[in-house]
């Protein structure tokens, strides 16, 4: 990625200006596909966070910067509950930290849109982070 392109996506997506955007991989139970999401992370030295949302008890009072400590510059949404998903993406987008699989699509299509979209939104999301 261009260093241009890579202002235009730390400014689309609210990343830090570190050399190193911190990823949020938020879920509920971890499947095959997280395990691999992980594991790929790590072997190209990304950072990616694993963070179960059934142990969250989140404060709305607290801060935009303090939810991007606890979540990084950017949440990749994996729940399977749709509506735990769905409430924890409002409130995400709600304190600035962009998700992966939108509170506007969830609400949009339902639980159909995360089974549709993960693997649209992954693939795009990985080759932005792989510059492929």
Known sequence: MLSSEKLRWKEKTGASNSSMTR???IYDRIRFEEKEMIKAAKKINVNLKPIDSKDLCLNLSKSEGEY????????????????????MTAILESKGVPVVNSYKVMATYGPEASKLSHTFNES?????????
């Open 23 to 25: 990823i949020g991989l």
């Open 68 to 87: 991007r400590e606890l979540f990084g510059d950017i949440a990749l949404q994996r729940c399977i509950s749709y509506f735990r998903g769905l409430h």
């Open 124 to 132: 795009m999301l990985w080759r932005s982070i792989l510059r492929v």
